[in-house]
């Protein structure tokens, strides 16, 4: 293909999906996270995670914007950032344009740190940080964070990220959890009045991950949050579909322990993050 045409062609494939009035100034980034081809193409895959990704963003947006308006530098913590992906998008969809507001990844594997250290680097994301660290032991400088996101945090690291949100006092709680298995495996042992719900292991699975979002919504609710479980994006992308968005509103709620507690006795097991509870 004339180097012209590809260059065409780049502009057409990013300007069908990226929210800009610039797409073409983001191909190194999307190039760089391999969302797009070194030909600026899309393939299946990642028109996928594109999607998703975007998504989130839109219904990150609005948080991102009230922190943004109340605070002079707020910063988003992302966990378990992998690639980073969601950093870097937020950043250059509404942080970079705001010229306020930091972002600091959060991921254990070293050799990803390295990469996204680098990448921030080569495009100038000056307020972009890394920390090498699992979820459950990292402190961020100053102890506090304003949001945290955790996309695709799987098992009980989703648990790791509400505890590191509580420690650091966030106000917003963005989590899309991934694969659940601790609570299936108490409810194996569990033959109380409601066992029939819980007696085959695909049905187990099913619904002790469904209580699992129950729960962490209802100790959010407890700490003040007001909480939103909503879809993330269409099951032709995603099975892991749910988003748990919570902001808090005050410094506890009652009515949401009284109700944690009670469902905690009449399903009979007590997943590992009811120690946030006291």
Not at 33 to 40: K, M, Q, S, V
Not at 185 to 190: A, E, F, G, I, R
Request: hydrophobic share 40%; glycine share 8%; proline share 4%.
């Amino acid at each position: 293909m004339p180097h012209t045409a590809r260059k065409n062609k780049e502009k057409d494939t990013i300007a069908e999906l990226w929210p800009s009035a610039q797409p073409e100034k983001s191909i190194i980034l999307l190039k760089a996270l391999h969302i797009l081809t070194r030909d600026g193409a899309l393939n299946a895959d990642s028109r996928r995670k594109l999607k998703q990704v975007l998504h989130l963003t839109q219904l990150l947006r609005p948080s991102l914007e009230a922190l943004l308006a109340e605070s002079r530098e707020p910063v988003l913590a992302d966990l378990g950032a992998g690639k980073s992906y969601l950093g870097f998008i937020l950043y250059e969809l509404i942080l970079g344009p705001a010229g306020r507001g930091r972002v600091v990844g959060v991921e254990v594997r070293d050799e990803l740190v390295d990469a996204s250290r680098s990448l921030a680097t080569e495009l100038g994301f000056g307020r972009m940080d890394f920390v090498s660290s699992p979820i459950a032991t990292a402190n961020l400088a100053g102890g506090k964070v304003d949001m945290v996101a955790a996309l695709h945090a799987c098992d009980t690291a989703t648990d790791d990220a509400i505890r590191f949100a509580l420690r650091h006092d966030a106000k917003t709680i963005a989590l899309v959890p991934c694969c659940q298995a601790e609570v299936a495996q108490l409810l194996k042992t569990q033959d109380g009045p409601l066992h029939q719900l819980w007696r085959h292991p695909i049905q187990r699975r099913e619904f002790g991950a469904h209580i699992t979002n129950v729960i962490r919504g209802l100790v959010l609710e407890s700490h003040g949050y007001k909480v939103r479980v909503t879809e993330l994006t269409g099951l032709e992308h995603s099975l892991k579909n749910e988003l748990i968005l919570a902001e808090r509103h005050q410094l506890g709620n009652a009515q949401a322990k009284q109700e944690l507690d009670r469902l905690i006795d009449q399903i009979g097991v007590r997943p590992a993050l009811l120690d946030v509870m006291g």
